[in-house]
């Protein structure tokens, strides 16, 4: 199995200044994003969007919100695996893609595993806001 970095989710108010430093100062750029149900960022470098950030005026300061990793492995192949290791995880999809997001939660720390759902037999609900992953 073969597992790339995807991008780091960050969770900021529009005035916590994480924007200006990853935008005007480090030099990404804001591009397309997912038609998610809330207020949100994903930065750039390139054609790769390496940040993608939660706004919200719940999060007075940037916080870490999750590290996403992309998996060559099918969304049955991994939660097998999850259950197997009785890991709790829960699944949403992409708006308007075959991508599926596994969350898990080690500890303090949440991680996001992308598969695909080719065959979208089953459809997940959507990422909708970052206490879902609690």
Known sequence: MAMTFNHLNLLASADS???ALLVDTLG???GQRP?????GHWLYQGDKALVHIIESQAYQECQ???LAFELDMNLQELTTK???SAIQYSVKQVPDSEIVQVFVR???MVFELQTLNQSRKNQFPVFTQ???LV
């Open 106 to 108: 080690v500890g303090n």
């Open 82 to 84: 999850l259950q197997q």
């Open 28 to 30: 990404l750029e804001v």
């Open 64 to 66: 870490f919100g999750h």
């Open 35 to 39: 038609d998610f149900p809330f207020k």
């Open 17 to 19: 200044g994480i924007f």
């Open 130 to 132: 970052h206490e879902e």
